[in-house]
């Protein structure tokens, strides 16, 4: 390679990590180990394959951070196994053994449901935020909102914006639930394998930034 053409790739790749170190973002996985993690139960199997989290067992569970959060956005990316599947990722959530509780970002593997996006409030409403289950209305306008956004069967990229009583949900791009809740100011981080006997959920990119 010529060296103008070393010192512009240089120049690049020095740009793009100035960029990534200075956009905030503090990854919650390292790629290797689970590292500020732990399990709240005694069951669920855990792997680090290839830079991505893969949870599989055969009864729900839920793996949090060790740290909580209160004010900050979130990111983090999923892929939901074949068939019938379900998960989320909690935050401000609350974690006690053998049980875990609170805001849960819906990633919703029916294809005609779509709720993926859709705020959850697990193992107390349920779904009493957005949309609010019975109520025809709530629903229609969140699926509205959501549309296409979730991707099946490919990787989708989740964003959560907490900042007071603000919360935003994004899949891939769009804004799928935009409310106030004051029920939780601060919590951990969570992510879900549903309970299918055999399935492997995965995770990959988890980051956040808090906010002032």
């Known amino acids: 390679m010529k060296p103008a053409l070393l010192l512009l790739a240089a120049a690049i790749l020095t740009t793009s990590s100035l960029a990534r170190a200075e956009d905030g973002f503090t990854p919650l996985f390292d790629g290797k180990t689970m590292e500020g993690w732990k399990n709240m139960y005694t069951w669920g199997q855990i792997e680090v394959i290839d830079g991505e989290i ?3 067992g055969e009864k729900k569970f839920f793996i949090v951070t060790e740290k909580t959060y209160s004010d900050f ?4 990316e999923i892929l939901l196994p074949p068939g019938k599947a379900n998960s989320g990722f909690m935050f401000r959530a609350h974690a006690v053994s053998g049980k875990v509780f609170g805001y849960q970002a819906e990633v919703d593997g029916d294809a005609e449901r779509k709720w993926s996006g859709g705020l959850y409030d697990e193992d107390r ?9 019975g ?8 699926r509205q909102r959501a ?23 994004e899949v891939n791009g769009v804004v799928t639930t935009e409310v106030e809740d004051s029920m939780d100011a601060s919590g951990v ?14 995770f990959r990119n988890l980051r956040i930034k808090e906010l002032k």
Do not use: M
Request: aromatic content about 14%.
């Open 73 to 76: 956005i979130f990111e983090g």
């Open 147 to 169: 549309g296409d956004a979730f991707k099946r069967n490919d990787w989708n990229t989740y964003r959560i914006t907490c900042q007071g009583s603000k919360l935003k949900i």
């Open 135 to 142: 109520d025809p209305a709530s629903v229609a306008a969140f």
């Open 54 to 56: 893969r949870l599989t």
């Open 189 to 202: 981080i969570g992510i879900q394998h549903h309970g299918e006997k055999g399935a492997t959920y995965r």
């Open 125 to 133: 409403r349920k779904w009493f935020i957005s949309p609010i289950k």
